[in-house]
């Protein structure tokens, strides 16, 4: 391919991608109801974002879920990584066969058969957040597992031994030797776990208590309303997302190419 | 006397207990339910009532069309992308990748309500093209789920292939059939999952552009609003079993691929 077509794929890949979503920051400041017509210089979107009390419990409750999915999901797949790690073949296959289902799965089939077996068998009340939690917690942690595991591989066995012959009992050699190592792993796989939560539509619905909304769920029924002033706010909404997504990946990037000169 | 208490191995007992409660026994519940009656009495009624019924029928041929469409565009969007990143003028960037995978990390209601007022915008009534603007907004949504594989696979590739392939007198389309497009089949075929069964179960998106017609989530949607848990276990049994079929077909044409 000539050079000068790769730049116009890359452009037009990307302008599909971030046209709608700058579009809709640039028109989050503005006083206008729609996009394409253009008045003043405004801030009441943001205003009403952080004033309006159903928008500020709805992103509350959806940051206080996915940063308590978030660390369940860490410490249960990190756990079982190290755990299965060490075991024995047949059982680290179980593990890593389960492990896979809900990664494969449609979330539509992971929300709902959790909501029957959690709900409409055990009979736990949706008010506990008990099935909203467990069923998430079941998209995320084979996430993590995932993340942590290439650390494990990639650790030199003899350490953790080392670190015994050495006279640290077996817990100390863990949380001083082991854990260190595939911390890298553990961080991304909560990072995971995290957005995979933010983003749940569909677990959500079929297991959240009746008056407790996501970001994902209060959308979707936003858009079926006709409230503007709800409506706009959500553009301020996506543009503090989007800002808050750039940011993270720059310092991401930056920590990353700073460990790489470190290696050199 | 802590060598006894303390065993590595046991780490995993909390994760294996709850993998086999809340992943693998829902499963089993939910493939029992989907064959029984409301009475818990075994039957195939739900089953053979599926593919009895046209619409029921309609659906899934009409979740597998929006699927077969949607993957494919965006393979045809991705493969190029991915090309450019892994092997093209992009090559030695490799922050880039993450411009175009970024748009995963923002919740995708919000994404689609940006793309839907462009599209109202252009349009003016959102209705009058319900198909068009499924497909429009489920391209959007997944194309950085399809553009990350593919890139994966074909930055793995020994640039010294297609060099060899270069200098025995291959052409360029030569090189694309017969070596970057074989090697990076692995790549292919985990994109077409990541695109594949969402776009035939997110119903989400649908619903945001006004279509009303049903796709295989929206069944498991509808049966659950109506307290149908027969109904809508078979209809998670029967896209649990496109999941496994698809699992294994994969997995044998990667397996083939490498040996």
Avoid at chain 1, 2 to 14: E, G, P
Avoid at chain 1, 144 to 158: E, G, I, N, Q
Avoid at chain 2, 43 to 72: D, E, M, Q
Avoid at chain 2, 155 to 166: F, P, Q, R, V
Wanted: with cysteine; hydrophobic share 55%.
């Amino acid at each position: 391919m000539k050079k000068s077509i790769q730049h116009l794929v890359v452009f037009l890949v990307l302008a599909f991608l971030y046209m709608p979503i700058l579009i809709l920051t640039f028109y989050s400041f503005t006083s206008s109801t729609m996009i394409g017509s253009v008045r003043g210089f405004s801030l009441d979107n943001y205003v009403t974002l952080f004033t309006e009390p159903a928008l500020l419990s709805m992103m509350g409750g959806t940051v206080v879920l996915a940063l308590g999915v978030g660390l369940l999901s860490t410490i249960l797949g990190s756990l079982g990584a190290i755990g299965s790690f060490y075991s024995k073949r047949g059982t680290r296959l179980f593990v890593e066969l389960a492990n896979d289902i809900p990664i494969a799965n449609a979330d539509v089939v992971t929300g709902f058969s959790v909501c029957i077996l959690t709900i409409v068998i055990f009979g736990i009340d949706k008010s506990t957040f008990v099935p909203l939690v467990v069923a998430q917690t079941a998209l995320c942690a084979p996430f993590v597992y995932l993340s942590v595991m290439p650390r494990l591989k990639s650790m030199d066995p003899a350490l953790f031994e080392a670190a015994l012959d050495l006279g640290a009992t077996p817990v100390k050699a863990m949380i001083k030797v082991v854990i260190p190592h595939i911390f890298p792993g553990i961080l991304s796989g909560f990072m995971t776990a995290i957005t995979l939560s933010l983003d749940d539509y569909f677990i959500a619905t079929y297991t959240k208590p009746a008056t407790f909304d996501t970001i994902s769920t209060y959308v979707v029924n936003a858009t079926r309303g006709s409230q503007t002033q709800i409506k706009t706010a959500l553009w301020a909404l996506s543009a503090i997302i989007f800002a808050i997504v750039v940011i993270a990946v720059v310092i991401m990037n930056l920590n990353k190419v700073d460990s790489e000169e470190e290696r050199i | 006397m802590k060598n006894a208490i303390f065993n590595r191995k046991q780490l995993a007992v909390p994760y294996m207990l709850f993998l086999l409660l809340f992943v693998i026994l829902p499963l089993l519940v939910v493939v029992y339910y989907g064959f029984t009656d409301a009475e818990g009495h075994i039957s195939l009624a739900n089953f053979i009532g599926f593919f009895a019924n046209p619409r029921t029928l309609g659906t899934l041929i009409y979740s597998l069309v929006i699927a077969v469409i949607v993957t494919i565009i965006c393979l045809c969007m991705a493969y190029p992308v991915a090309l450019i990143l892994a092997k093209g003028a992009y090559a030695r960037k490799h922050a880039f990748l993450m411009v175009f995978v970024l748009p995963m990390w923002i919740n995708f209601t919000l994404r689609i309500t940006a793309l839907k007022e462009i599209l109202t915008l252009i349009e003016g009534n959102l209705a009058l093209y319900p198909f068009i603007n499924t497909i429009i907004c489920m391209v959007y949504d997944f194309l950085p789920f399809m553009i990350m594989p593919l890139f994966n696979s074909l930055t793995k590739l020994d640039n010294s292939m297609l060099e060899a392939g270069a200098d025995l007198g291959a052409n360029r389309a030569q090189i694309f059939i017969h070596i970057l497009l074989p090697l990076s089949i692995p790549g292919i075929i985990s994109g077409v999952t990541m695109v594949f069964l969402p776009a035939m179960t997110n119903y989400v998106v649908l619903d945001m552009v006004y279509n009303s017609t049903y796709i295989m989530g929206s069944l498991i949607g509808s049966y659950f609003s109506s307290y149908d848990w027969n109904n809508g276990s078979l209809i998670s049994a029967i896209l649990l079993m496109m999941i496994g079929m698809f699992t294994i077909l994969a997995d044998r044409f990667t397996m083939e691929k490498e040996a």
